[in-house]
T-cell receptor, first 116, second 112 residues
Framework: EAGVVQSPRYKIIEKKQPVAFWCNPI?????LYWYRQNLGQGPELLIR????????DSQLPKDRFSAERLKGVDSTLKIQPAELGDSAVYLC??????????????FGEGSRLTVL | AQSVTQPDIHITVSEGASLELRCNYS??????LFWYVQSPGQGLQLLLK??????LVQGIKGFEAEFKRSQSSFNLRKPSVHWSDAAEYFC??????????FGGGTRLMVKP
């Protein structure tokens, strides 16, 4: 069974440019998460979807970040315009159990963004 | 608000030696606790989790962790470390809706 797939793996852009990351969760997983991991730190939640609904986006910088999960499957995270401080690894995860903790979060390999 | 502290940023052990990685949490209710491992350039993989019951939990790759409520700790242990265990380890505490709060991580290096 395929795991969580993310693309691109690496992206280098200049500041003020837009960038988008794509995530395909594990088939059947209704909950999808976007985390940001700064260098030398643990991941921090940006947004959580249950199916197509964003149920927690309190940590998403809405002035420049946006996300969507059309049809409750794939998801895209966009940054426009990017700033130097956005350099990080963007991790996507999915799980089968949105309410309890019996479900494990499965993470993709991440998209590493470098803003010059 | 919940938080997780991993006091050791870097740990170096010799291959074959025992390992203990520390994790302290702050959470108002009964916590759900996790340990994840991240190899270079890879995503996070779940090693083990604690929800309730037996406070000593077994995980994959020979790891175990013990939940100690009185100390607000969930330390990860392995009796004999292998070179392939070199990675970054993250402790996390869960809250409603499966949202995890991660610690800052501990980078493990293994000497031959």
């Amino acid at each position: 069974e395929a795991g969580v797939v993310q693309s691109p793996r690496y992206k280098i852009i200049e500041k003020k440019q837009p960038v988008a990351f794509w995530c395909n969760p594990i088939s059947g997983h209704n909950t999808l998460y976007w985390y940001r991991q700064n260098l030398g730190q643990g991941p921090e939640l940006l947004i959580r979807y249950e199916n197509e609904e964003a149920v927690d986006d309190s940590q998403l910088p809405k002035d420049r970040f946006s996300a969507e999960r059309l049809k409750g499957v794939d998801s895209t995270l966009k940054i426009q315009p990017a700033e130097l401080g956005d350099s990080a690894v963007y991790l996507c995860a999915s799980s089968l159990s949105p309410r309890g903790y019996q479900g494990e979060l499965f993470f993709g390999e991440g998209s590493r963004l470098t803003v010059l | 608000a919940q938080s997780v502290t991993q006091p050791d940023i870097h740990i170096t052990v010799s291959e074959g030696a025992s390992l203990e990685l520390r994790c302290n949490y702050s959470y108002g209710a009964t916590p759900y606790l996790f340990w994840y491992v991240q190899s270079p350039g890879q995503g996070l993989q779940l090693l083990l989790k604690y929800f309730s019951g037996d406070t000593l939990v077994q995980g994959i790759k020979g790891f175990e962790a013990e939940f100690k409520r009185s100390q607000s700790s969930f330390n990860l242990r392995k009796p004999s470390v292998h070179w392939s265990d070199a990675a970054e380890y993250f402790c996390a505490v869960g809250q409603a809706g499966n949202m995890l709060t991660f610690g800052g991580g501990t980078r493990l290096m293994v000497k031959p």
